[in-house]
């Protein structure tokens, strides 16, 4: 391979069977350390430092190349645990990316004890403020009572606390939002291994109208999946009529739940 930019994929525990699927679309396997590395060799055209940050700014550039890094590792993950490589990962020579295996075996090691047998599972939980709204009044105490209030008033009293209900209305909004970001998150923590909770995404970038109040992702064993995926279910229909949408997607490579410690 020297000459060539080695594109790293991820790696497994053992060749993958059938290897012709993968030989198809030029991806490539070096045996090292009892692991095996999922590879490609790519030009320097499109993956030099220099070139790959310029390509980069290409969307559809990234966009085939991104969706090919993960179906691979899909592809490898359809019989058996892999650590997964971000996108865009590069060794200069087979030589370097051995020693790197060497260095990391121990922690590699680990890694794959971890998630051995498990899947990652993505949940991202959405708020329609709008909707929740106008159900304000079954679910808040608080609203319910000054809404008593303003219909028992004159109307300049009524006016006024009109617009007190409008300041209390967002603000037990923002608190329901809240219980119900964190009691969802609870019930898909129950069955999992492992979880992490990620910054929210802005509207503008995930493209909806409703707001996000939960960006999770879990590590879930395989014999739990069928019964993860039931909770979302149920979720998704018990939040339709207050505006709470669920999206659970997996299986997912385990980026989330890989650490990869140099040796001591």
Sequence with gaps: MTGNLIYVYCIAEALPRETGRFEARGVKFVVSGGFTVIVKLVSEDGFSEANFRQNVSD??????????????????MEQGAVIPFKFGT????????????????????????????????????YCDRKALNEKIDELSAEAAAMEVQIRASSPGKAFLLGRKKNE?????????????????????????????????????????????????????????????????????????????????????????????????
């Design 59 to 76: 969307i559809q550039w990234l966009e085939k190349n991104a969706r090919e890094h993960i179906e691979v590792i899909l592809m490898v």
């Design 90 to 125: 590069i060794y200069q020579t087979e030589a370097s990316l051995k020693q790197f295996v060497a260095d990391y075996s121990a922690s590699l090691a680990e890694n794959f004890l971890n998630i051995r047998g498990k899947e990652e599972w993505s949940v991202k939980i």
């Design 168 to 264: 209390l209305i967002e603000n037990e909004i923002d608190r329901l939002c809240k219980r119900y970001g964190h009691e969802y998150f609870v019930e898909f923590k129950n069955l999992s291994e492992s979880t992490k909770i990620s910054n929210l995404i802005p509207k503008e970038f995930t493209g909806r109208e409703d707001t996000m109040i939960l960006n999770a992702t879990f590590l879930v064993d395989k014999s739990r999946v069928a019964g993860f995926c039931s909770v979302a279910d149920a979720l998704r229909s018990k939040g339709r009529n207050t505006g709470i949408s669920v999206e659970a997607t997996g299986p997912w490579p385990p980026f989330s739940f890989i650490s990869i410690k140099e040796k001591q």
